[in-house]
C-alpha cells in the first residue's frame, strides 16, 4: 500500500511533467498527435490523483496509524464519516484534495464538448498542466501524505473536535472547488491572449467557468460562516480572520469580473481590465493559501506552520509575472476596442462604479489582512487588525455597492435620460423614504440600520419593477398568464434574471447582517437550579444538570425551558462535551430559530452546588441570511443552467487552422 | 437636638450604606454592551486570537483576570478611552485589536479610502474622456435624425413581428 500510494504521487509528478512539455511541444510544432498525447496524459494524470485519494481515504478509513498522517488527524473511535473527511484536516491531505479537483477540471474541460475542435484547448491545458506540475511537487516533496512513522503508535491523536461538524464535511470541499475553479477562467484568459483571440465565445465559456468557481466560493464561505455559528459558541458567524479574508478577496474580484464583463460582451471594451480582474482573482486563491500556510499571520485556522506557503508565494509571483507579461505584448491588440460611452448616467457607467467599489472593497480587505506584516517591517510593531476595523472600514463600502446594485438594473445602456430616471426611480424613491421614515419613527434608529434597510427597501422595489415590466411587456405580445411569462421570461434570459435572484439572496442576507449586528443583545448569568435568567422576551428556566457518555466522551449538559412571553416554546440542552482524546471541550450550543430571531444559548460553566453559568444571546434575522445564501445558490444554478432556449454556445471553428 | 441630628444621620448611614456597597462592586455582565464596548479593545493574548469580550473565562485564565481588571476600573468609572490608554501605555498598540487612528496606524484605516477616492478621480476621467469622444459623434447624427416617422414605424413593427417568432 505504501508503494501504491507514493507511487500515484510520484508517477502523478512525472505525468504532469510529460504532458506538459508534450502539449507544449505539439503547440509550438502544430502536431495534433503530440497534443493527443498530452490529453491522454492528463486521464493517466486523474486517475492517478484519483488513486492516491482513494488510497488516503482507505488508509484513514481502516486507521493505519503507521501513516504520519492518519495519526495526526483521527483515531480509532472517530465515526467513519469523519475519518474520512479527515482528508482535508491537514495540509498534506487538503492538498490532496486540491489537486484532485484540479485533474478533474482538467479533464472536463479538454474532453467537454463545447472545446471540441478549439485551438484554445491545448493552451488551456498547457496552462493547467503548469499549476498540476506545481501541486504534484508539493504533495511529492513538501507536503507529503503518505509518510510512514517510525514507531507505530497504538491510537492516533483524533480529530479536533472542532472538525467533526456536518458543516466542516462540505466547507473545505466547496471551498477548494471554488479556489482551484478560478485556475480555469485565469487559464482561458492566458489562452486567449496567447491566441491574440478574445471572442464571444471566450467570453461565454469564461463567465460560466467563473459562475461556477464563483458560486463554489460563496458556498464554502456560506457554510464557514454557518460551521463557526453553531459549532464555535461565540454566536457569531464572521470575525475577518485572515483566511476568511483570503476566500472573501477573490470573491470580490470574481463578482467584479462577471459584472464588467458584460461591458465587454455589449461593447467590446475593458478587456485588460477584465483579463487583470481574472488575474488577481486567481492570484488571490494562492496569496490566500500562502497566508493561510505560512504561519505568517495568527488565524484560527491553524495549519501547521512549515515552509509551504512560501512555494506559494513564489508560485504565485512567477504566475503573475508571466500573465502580465503576456498581457502586457498583447495590450495593444486588446486596446483597440470601440470605446463609445454616451452618457454618465448609464448602465455602462454603474458597472464601471460597481467594479470600482467590489475592487476597492478586495483592496481594503487586503491591506487590513497584511497591515500587521507592513506594521511590523516599518517600525518593527506587530498591530492586530481585528473585527472593529473590518467592519467600520468595509460597511460604508459595501453599503455604496448595494446601492449601486439597487439602482443599476434599471439603468438604461447608453444614456438614461432625466425623464427615465423619473419614471424608473420615482416609486422606488418614495418606498424607500417612507420605509426609512416608519423605521425612525417605530423605534429603529441606528444609522446603519436605517440606511441599510433604506437602501434594501430601493433594491427590492427596482428589481420588482424590473421583473414586472418584463412580465407586462411579453404579455402585450403573447397574451399569456402572467406566472406562465414570468415562467417564460426566466428562462429565455437565464442569466439575466440568475443574476437578478442572486442580488436579492445578497439583499437578504445583508438585512441579516444589518439585524444580527446591530440588534443582538447577549447576557451571562450564574443562576442555581430552579432558577430563570430574562432576556428581551425569553425567559429562560433552568431545570436540570446531568452528566452521560457518549463513546469515549463525557457531555454535561443542562435542561432548559424556554418562553417567549409566557408561551413555553420546549425544553432544550445545550452541552459540554469533554473529549477523550482531546484537551479543549467544546459546547454544543442550543439554538431555538424564528423567522424574527435566534435565541442562543451556550452552557458556559457550573458548580457543584449546581449552579450553572449560561451565555444567552438574541440574533435577530438570522434566518435571513441563510435563506438569502440559498437564493445565491438557486440564482447562480438558474444563470447556469443549459435550457432548451437560447445561451447556445457558438461552436468554435477558430480564426485559422490549429492544433485542438 | 443634637441627638435627634445624630439620629437622623445614623439612619441615612443605615437606609443608604446597601447602596454605597453595591456601587463599590457593581456586577457588571461579561457580555453586557457597556462591558463589550470595552473589552472588545483588546486582543486575548493567550492564543486564542479573539478580543478579550468573545474569549471564554472557562478555558482561557487570562482573560479571567483581564476581565476582573477591566471591571474594577469600570467601577472606578473609568471611560473606555481612559482604560484603553492605560492599556497601552503598558504593552503598546499590540494588545488593542484595531489599529491606533494615530500616527503610522493611521494609514490602516485611511490608505483603503484614499485609494477608493483616487480610483475613483480616475474612473470619472475615463467616462468623460469616453463620452467627449463620443459626443462629436452624437452631434452629427443629430442632423441626419430627421428621418420621417412612418419609416421608424414600419421599422418598430418589423422588429416586433421577428421577435414575435423567438418568444
Sequence with gaps: MYLFANATIYIGLAIAIYSLLIITLGISTKNQKLVDSGKGGMIALFVCAAMAMISLFYLLATSQFQYEYVTDYTSSELPIIYKLTALWAGNAGSLLLWTFFLTLYMIMIAYSRKMKGNPMVPYISAILMVNAVFFFFILGFVAKPFVLMDTVPTEGKGLNPMLQNPGMIIHPVTLYLGYVGLAVPFAFAMAALILKNVDDFWIKMTRRWTIVAWLFLSLGNIFGGQWAYVELGWGGYWAWDPVENASFMPWLTATAFLHSVMIQERKNMLKVWNISLIIISYAMTLFGTFLVRSGVLTSVHAFANSNLGLYFLIFMGVAVILSLYILMSRYNLLKRSAGEFNSFISKESSFLVNNL???????????????????????????????????????????????????????????????????????????????????????????????????IILL???????????????????????????????????????????????????????????????????????????????????????????????????DVTVFRNGKKLGTFQPEKVFYGNWEQPSSEVAIISSVKEDLYIVLSAWEDNGKATFVVKVNPMMDWLWFGSFMIVIGALFALWNGKYGNVTPRYTGVRKEVS | MRMKLYLGLLLIVIIFQGSFIRAEAKEIDYKSAEFKAVAQQFACTCGCGQDHYECDPNTCNLTTEFKKDLVEMMNKGWEKDKIRQYYVNIYGEEILTSPEKSGFSLTAWVLPFVVLGLAAAAVFIIIRKWVKKNGNDVLLTEYQSTDDEVEQEILSSMIDEERKKYL
Design chain 1, 460 to 558: 427590492l422595489a427596482t428589481h420588482f419593477l424590473e421583473f414586472y415590466r418584463g412580465v407586462k411587456a411579453r404579455r402585450k405580445m403573447t397574451k399569456e398568464t402572467p406566472v406562465v411569462a414570468l415562467y417564460r421570461l426566466m428562462i429565455r434570459n437565464r442569466r439575466r434574471y440568475g443574476g437578478y435572484i442572486v442580488h436579492l439572496g445578497i439583499a437578504f442576507i445583508t438585512m441579516g447582517i444589518i439585524g444580527s449586528q446591530n440588534y443582538d443583545v447577549e447576557t451571562m448569568k450564574t443562576v442555581g437550579l430552579g432558577q430563570s435568567i430574562e432576556l428581551r422576551d425569553y425567559r429562560i428556566n433552568y431545570d436540570r444538570l446531568d452528566q452521560k457518555k457518549e463513546g469515549i466522551n463525557d457531555i454535561v449538559y443542562a
Design chain 1, 357 to 455: 467599489l467590489l475592487v476597492g472593497a478586495a483592496f481594503a480587505v487586503f491591506w487590513g489582512t497584511i497591515f500587521p506584516l507592513v506594521s511590523e517591517a516599518v517600525r518593527g510593531t506587530k498591530v492586530t487588525v481585528g473585527m472593529p476595523f473590518f467592519n467600520k472600514v468595509e460597511a460604508p463600502i459595501l453599503l455604496s455597492m448595494m446601492f449601486v446594485m439597487a439602482v443599476c438594473p434599471l439603468l438604461a445602456w447608453q444614456k438614461s435620460t432625466v425623464k427615465n430616471l423619473r419614471r424608473n426611480f420615482m416609486i422606488p424613491a418614495i418606498l424607500a423614504i417612507i420605509g426609512m421614515t416608519l423605521m425612525v419613527v417605530l423605534g429603529i434608529q441606528k444609522a446603519w440600520a436605517v440606511i441599510g434597510y433604506g437602501v
